[in-house]
């Protein structure tokens, strides 16, 4: 009877003591996962204060959509280095940034939806923390066409379900 009770006694000591590893294994991914969004957040705010400062050379200069025969994005500087484009991307995936370059390739066609734009733009000014919770998600990530149906999912789904207090609203199609 007493060598069951050792026996006993060291099984529920070896069970405790596993389980405490597994516990501090959690517990230390974790703590690293926490770090690692705080030093992307880190780099994402050093970049908006280069930006702040007028420095927008870490922003992506949409060199690619260059079209030397388009009516104006010659003349005005609206892509490649320097550019308008690249003062105002922000985009975290290839497809804000090629959304974008159409807003600023189509700007007179689409002038309609300067209001609604605006309007999402002030509505979402102040919250800061989903924008950069956004960026730090696809921050230095590579996305292709591939990738836009789970993109795409994120936006799908319900107010408050992906951040808390987010309304998440279509401009357009």
Not at 81 to 96: A, D, R
Request: hydrophobic share 40%; glycine share 8%.
């Amino acid at each position: 009877m007493k060598n069951h009770a050792g026996h006993a006694g060291f099984i529920i000591a070896a069970t405790t003591a596993f389980a405490g590893f597994l516990l501090l294994g959690w517990l230390d991914a974790n703590v690293k996962q926490k770090i690692r969004a705080a030093e992307t957040r880190i780099d994402i705010n050093k970049q908006e204060i280069g930006a702040i400062k007028g420095d927008f050379s870490v922003f992506d200069p949409g060199a690619e959509f260059y079209n030397e025969n388009h009516p104006y994005t010659n003349d005005l500087d609206i892509f490649g280095k320097g550019s308008l484009f690249q003062c105002l991307n922000k985009s975290t995936t290839i497809f804000g940034k090629k959304r974008l370059a159409e807003y600023l390739n189509n700007a007179y066609q689409l002038r309609n939806e300067i209001p609604g734009r605006q309007e999402a733009i002030r509505e979402r000014s102040g919250k800061i923390d989903f924008r950069q919770e956004f960026q730090r998600i696809f921050f230095k990530q590579s996305a292709d066409k591939d990738d836009l149906p789970a993109i795409g999912s994120f936006f799908i789904q319900p107010p408050g379900i992906c951040l808390p207090g987010i309304t998440y609203r279509r401009i357009s199609d």
